[in-house]
């Protein structure tokens, strides 16, 4: 069974865009959310981009998103030679 992570890598730009094709403002999404619109705002810009789970469990919820659209692409490991 595959365990929840302590925290998630969200990629701003990704955010912010499923945020407005909600047509949410940064202060409906973030009451929605149950966080601060400046720390949503962060999140969007990329000045902060960790999340601990249960604020991103619910931010993706109130963005009716998925862990595709919201999280960072994860990075592939340093090539070994």
Do not use: C
């Amino acid at each position: 069974m595959a365990r929840t992570p302590a925290t998630y890598t969200v990629h701003g730009p990704s955010l912010r865009k499923e945020r407005m094709r909600q047509g949410l403002s940064v202060r409906q999404a973030a009451a929605a959310a149950r966080i601060s619109r400046s720390y949503l705002q962060r999140l969007e810009t990329g000045t902060r981009e960790h999340m601990g789970a249960p604020r991103y469990t619910r931010l993706r919820k109130a963005l009716k998103s998925t862990d595709e659209q919201l999280l960072a692409p994860a990075e592939d490991p340093p090539e070994t030679r």
